[in-house]
Each structure stands twice: as structure tokens, then as C-alpha cells.
């Protein structure tokens, strides 16, 4: 049976949740080894340069990893600016590039806001450098990668969240900013430059449009939520940030006592994850638009908090 298309959202911005994940059983974790965290984010940073998307979250766990990033809806762009982007994807072909059709920069044009083709890169390129590196052959990743629609803002929050916290939830680390593989890391370090600004990812009716926020406030308000988040296990016996870790940090100026200390752990499966009423327009929309949709009806996930069109497999229904 042929696999259904992956359901993207082309004519407006779109945030996805990807993850990818290593071949393999789950003790073989190759992305732990020498120089592979770097390598990885080297890559992500590289292509999101070229492609027309925005990274806010990841994390570079051994068997598989975690990607946020927003996809710009499609618009024309100059073939000056297109040249740019070529050059910079291809440096060593520049002649070439110089002599391009105008039927070769349309398809490459399509290219650059295509969430697959910046996904085909990224994995295939890192599978091509890992295989070299390791002297190793054969398929690297286990399947194609998965995507969920993040539909709004509270969405978005909470999946970075997660994606930041896995390495907690997994025991390897007791604070989220010790994983050097993480973006939690890379914000705390000051090494993300290349990333969203948290002043337009934190939720707007806490920040003043007006003025500009302090960079060091605003990643202390995103740690709060990362930390009393991170303290309440999502399943049985699941690793947290301890008791004496959060008041630690909460002795160190936290705010909001209590802030996100619910549970929520429904980001791993769905095509969207949002509202009800945000996911309803994107039915709509995609269904104008003939794309396959197999289940019309969003789920109300068990926190309460979101919900999904396609159900994930560990929600009792």
C-alpha cells in the first residue's frame, strides 16, 4: 500500500514538530558518539540559512532527535536573492549557477520553502558525513521523518518545552541547560544568534510590544517554565528535575510559583496539535484545497490543555 502524502501548509506560515530517528535497536545510540551533537546542529544551522524557515527548538538525543522550526509561506522571490542562496548551497559551483534557465530557478525557488526538501538535505547529509566519518555503511535512519502542525502558540510553547526537557525525562542530566546537544543549552551559553528570539516566542500578553524586553529576563521567564514543567513527571516512573534543584532555582528569582506544573507529554504522534478551533481552520483550509485528510474530527488529548486530529497511540479513547 502507498504511504499518503505528508499534509504541509504552504500558504501560510506553519510550525512543525520533526523528529527523526537512528536505524537500529535502542541501545545503538550513534548520535552520542565524537562530534555528532555538533555536527547535526552545524547542519540545521547551515540549511536554515538557505532554506526559507526559522528554527526555535532542538535536541540531539543518541537514538533520535527534535526539531522545531516555521516554514514561510511560498512567495516570489528575485532571482538575485535565489542566486544568493544557490551560492551559498553550492559555493563551488558558481559558473554553473551563473548559467542556470529560468525553468531551473523556478524548480529551485519551490525548493527553498519546501519543508521535505530541507528535511532531505539535512538527513541525507548527515547520514553521507556519519557513514564517512565512522567508516560505517548502510542506511542510517530508521524511516522517513515524522512531522506534526503545531496550529498555535500555546502549541508551539509547549512542544519546545518538550523538546527541551527530553533530555530530564530521559536521566541523563538534572537541569535542561547541561545538554549540550539541546537549544536550552545553546540559549543559555549565548550561542543563539542563529535561533528565534524569545521575545517573539514567549506568550505576548506577558511581554510589552512597547519596549524592548531584557534578553537575560526573558530567558530566566522561559527557564521558570522549563523547570516547574520539568518537575512533574509525564508517566510512571519517569526522571524529573528535582525538589531541591527547583527551589534552588526558584531562590534564584523565579516567578509565577506553579507556572506549567501540569502534565503534558502528547507531542510525539498527530498531524496537528493545537486547538480546537485552530485545527478546524486548518481542516477547512486543506480540505478547499483537496488535500487527503482521514480523520476531520481533533481528539481532546487527557490534559485537557490541546488537542490532535490523529490520535497518539498511548491515549486511551
Not at 93 to 112: A, G, H
Request: hydrophobic content about 35%; charged content about 30%; proline content about 4%.
Amino acid at each position: 500500500m502507498a504511504r499518503l502524502p505528508r499534509i504541509k501548509v504552504e500558504d501560510v506560515a506553519a510550525w512543525y514538530h520533526i523528529r527523526g530517528q537512528v536505524t537500529g535497536c535502542k541501545t545503538d545510540r550513534l548520535l552520542q558518539n565524537d562530534g555528532c551533537q555538533d555536527k547535526m546542529i552545524d547542519m540545521i544551522k547551515f540549511y536554515q540559512k538557505a532554506y526559507y524557515c526559522e528554527v526555535s527548538a532542538l535536541c540531539i538525543m543518541g537514538t533520535h532527535y527534535h526539531l522545531i522550526l516555521k516554514f514561510l509561506p511560498f512567495q516570489e522571490v528575485t532571482i538575485a536573492a535565489l542566486k544568493k542562496r544557490a551560492q551559498f548551497l553550492y559555493p563551488d559551483k558558481t559558473k554553473q549557477i551563473d548559467n542556470w534557465p529560468e525553468e531551473k530557478w523556478v524548480t529551485f525557488r519551490k525548493r527553498l520553502f519546501n519543508l521535505s526538501e530541507f528535511m532531505r538535505n539535512l538527513q541525507s547529509g548527515f547520514a553521507r558525513w556519519y557513514n564517512d566519518t565512522f567508516n560505517r555503511c548502510g542506511r542510517f535512519w530508521g524511516d522517513r521523518f515524522k512531522s506534526s502542525i503545531l496550529a498555535d502558540k500555546k502549541a508551539e510553547l509547549d512542544c519546545r518545552l518538550y523538546v527541551d526537557l527530553n533530555p530530564v525525562r530521559a536521566g541523563m542530566i538534572k537541569r535542561p541547560e547541561e545538554y549540550t546537544g539541546s537549544s536550552i543549552y545553546l540559549r543559555n551559553s549565548k550561542l543563539d544568534e542563529w535561533l528565534v528570539p524569545l521575545d517573539k516566542l514567549l506568550p505576548i500578553h506577558q511581554l510589552n510590544k512597547t519596549k524592548k524586553y531584557d534578553e537575560k529576563k526573558l530567558l530566566n521567564d522561559y527557564r521558570c517554565r522549563l523547570y516547574y514543567r520539568g518537575s512533574i513527571p509525564t508517566k510512571k516512573g519517569q526522571a524529573k528535575i528535582s525538589k531541591e534543584t527547583l527551589n534552588h532555582e526558584i531562590s534564584r528569582g523565579f516567578t509565577a510559583p506553579g507556572m506549567y506544573r501540569n502534565r503534558l507529554r502528547y507531542f510525539i504522534d498527530g498531524i496537528f496539535i493545537g486547538s480546537q478551533a485552530n485545527i478546524d481552520k486548518l481542516i477547512n483550509k486543506l480540505t478547499k484545497n483537496n488535500d487527503y485528510i482521514t480523520q476531520k474530527t481533533a481528539t481532546t488529548l487527557p490534559d485537557g490543555k490541546h488537542h490532535c486530529l490523529h490520535t497518539p497511540r498511548d491515549v486511551a479513547i
